[in-house]
Each structure stands twice: as structure tokens, then as C-alpha cells.
């Protein structure tokens, strides 16, 4: 079945540093690929929308400056965290679209837990 | 704006018993809906997804119904067990919104043996 990876599961760093979190799909490929945050006892939220080759589409709110997002390939999409503080401490998960499925075909990684001191 | 709205509080109910979750939305006609199992700490795991023009979607033990009129999508657990235990997301989605999902805040259901 498809599946999609995260990487690092985990993540503890300082305030002012910045955090690069991967995600893959492993056996399929896919042009479009969400990222979420999720807050603790709160639903998922959307943050942007990762296109291959082309710019990535921010949600209402999130800043793309601080939360930049590269798709350099079919499998790959990275979120980078800059100049993380404690308040970007989150769950963060990514999505990934099968292009060889229906457009409603998504898979959902295993989140990256992110906690800034 | 649209909204989505499911069971706030946590539904508990008794091994054996049929569990039914709401997911309600207002300001916006879904093409389809779709449901997610997400456990502590671990990203959602498809469930089903019903189409506007179905009005029932089954799969082993759970069941979706998807009522247009009432803007309503009920999501049933019929022979629940312990390992059902999990949080419950809905996501009902626009054809044109290119797969983007948005999510309702969704219901943590606890089955007791």
C-alpha cells in the first residue's frame, strides 16, 4: 500500500534555530503534497499546499517566510521551521497525493513532533 | 465561511455496541466526504470516502451515510471493540479544491470491554 515517511519523527531544539523536516512518499509519486499542524486536543490544521516545481500556496495566516516549503521532486517535500520558537512547538504532519489514484487519493505520514526551548 | 462540526465531546460506549459518529457542515455543498481514524501522536489513517450522489458506503464493520439535504454525514462502528478506541475525523471536500482537506475538529471515541 502507499506510504508516505517523516523525518525526524521527533525534534528538540533552541529558540532561533531553524528545523527541516522531510516527507516522502515511498512507492508512489506525487505532485501535490499538504502540510498540517496540529495543536494538542485540536483538529488538524492546513498550512500550505507543496507543488512540484513550483511555488508552494500558503492557507490564511501562516507566514511563508517563516515556514518554507521546497518540493524538488515527485517523492519529496521538506518544511522548513526558521528561526523556530517556542510557539511553533507542534505536530506536524504532511500528506501526500497519489498521482497514479483519484484526486481524492491521500496518505498521511506519521507526524513530526517539534518542541522548541 | 464554511464550517464543520462533529460530536464535541468524547463518545464512550460498551464493547459489542454500534458507535455513531455526526459530522455536520454548513455554508458549502462537499462533493465528497471523507473519514480518518487518527491515534495519539500518529498522523490519520484513511477510512472511507462517500460521494454526494451515494447516500450509503460500507467496509467491513463500518458504515457512512452522506445526507446532502441535511448536510450531514453519520459514521457507524457496528460490533465496536477495545482496538476501535481512537479519534474520528471527518472531511468533507469541495471537487475544486484541488484534494486540499479541511478538517472537523473531531470525536475521540473510547470502547470499554
Known amino acids: 500500500g502507499a506510504v508516505v515517511s517523516q523525518h525526524p519523527s521527533r525534534v528538540i531544539c533552541k529558540s532561533g534555530t531553524s528545523v527541516k523536516i522531510e516527507c516522502r512518499s515511498l512507492?508512489?509519486?506525487?505532485?501535490?503534497m499538504f502540510w498540517y499542524r496540529q495543536f494538542p486536543k485540536q483538529s488538524l490544521m492546513l498550512m500550505a499546499t507543496?507543488?512540484?516545481?513550483?511555488?508552494?500556496?500558503?492557507e490564511q495566516g501562516v507566514e511563508k517566510d517563516k515556514f518554507l516549503i521546497n518540493h524538488a521532486s515527485l517523492t519529496l517535500s521538506t518544511l522548513t521551521v526558521t528561526s523556530a520558537h517556542p510557539e511553533d512547538s507542534s505536530f506536524y504532519i504532511c500528506?501526500?497525493?497519489?498521482?497514479?489514484?483519484?484526486?481524492?487519493?491521500?496518505?498521511f505520514g506519521p507526524g513530526t513532533r517539534l518542541l522548541v526551548l | 465561511s464554511q464550517k464543520i462540526e462533529q460530536n464535541s465531546e468524547a463518545l464512550n460506549i460498551q464493547e459489542g455496541k454500534t458507535a455513531t459518529l455526526t459530522c455536520n457542515y454548513t455554508?458549502?455543498?462537499?462533493?465528497?466526504l471523507q473519514w480518518y481514524r487518527q491515534d495519539p501522536g500518529r498522523g490519520p489513517v484513511f477510512l472511507l470516502l462517500?460521494?454526494?450522489?451515494?447516500k450509503e458506503k460500507r467496509k467491513e464493520r463500518l458504515k457512512v451515510t452522506f445526507d446532502t439535504t441535511l448536510k450531514q454525514s453519520l459514521f457507524h462502528i457496528t460490533a465496536s471493540q477495545p482496538a476501535d478506541s481512537a479519534t474520528y475525523l471527518c472531511?468533507?471536500?469541495?471537487?475544486?479544491?484541488?484534494?486540499?482537506?479541511?478538517f472537523g475538529q473531531g470525536t475521540e471515541l473510547s470502547v470499554k470491554p
Open positions: 462517500i460521494r454526494e450522489n451515494e
Open positions: 512507492d508512489f509519486q506525487a505532485t501535490t
Open positions: 507543496s507543488n512540484e516545481g513550483s511555488k508552494a500556496t500558503y
Open positions: 500528506s501526500a497525493r497519489d498521482d497514479g489514484g483519484g484526486q481524492e487519493t491521500q496518505y
Open positions: 455554508n458549502y455543498s462537499p462533493a465528497y
Open positions: 472531511a468533507p471536500t469541495l471537487d475544486n479544491q484541488g484534494g486540499k482537506l479541511i
